[in-house]
Nanobody
Framework: QVQLVESGGGLVMPGESLTLSCVVS????????LNWVRQAPGKRLEWIAG????????HYQDFAQGRFTISRDNAKNTLYLEMNNVRPEDTGMYYC????????RGRGTQVTVSS
């Protein structure tokens, strides 16, 4: 059974940092590129960043470039998203996603940025 379990969200103030984690099971983690996506209230799902299977190549949406860092630990089957200098518009539910082959997405972790 495939599971993607996100954690690390919470309430943070603008300008602060936090790191999200996604623990994966049920498929060969090291064989697949993965993504972080998010959904703000009332908005569509939005791609944030993607990383290849080896973890040595990553791509970012414009709003994430320079503020967010996607990474992975293949030994721990874990995907990360480090978020720095967060903004109120970063508020939303954050999900890790596998969209190569069969599609899977976790249940998400809520990030709220507010002063």
């Amino acid at each position: 059974q495939v599971q993607l379990v996100e954690s690390g969200g919470g309430l943070v103030m603008p300008g602060e940092s936090l790191t999200l984690s996604c623990v994966v099971s049920g498929f060969i983690f090291s064989s697949y590129g993965l993504n972080w996506v998010r959904q703000a209230p009332g908005k569509r799902l939005e791609w944030i960043a993607g990383i290849n299977s080896a973890g040595d190549s990553a791509h970012y949406q414009d709003f994430a470039q320079g503020r967010f860092t996607i990474s992975r630990d293949n030994a721990k089957n874990t995907l990360y998203l480090e978020m720095n200098n967060v903004r109120p518009e970063d508020t939303g539910m954050y999900y890790c996603e596998k969209n190569i082959g069969s599609y899977y997405r976790g249940r998400g972790t809520q990030v709220t940025v507010s002063s």
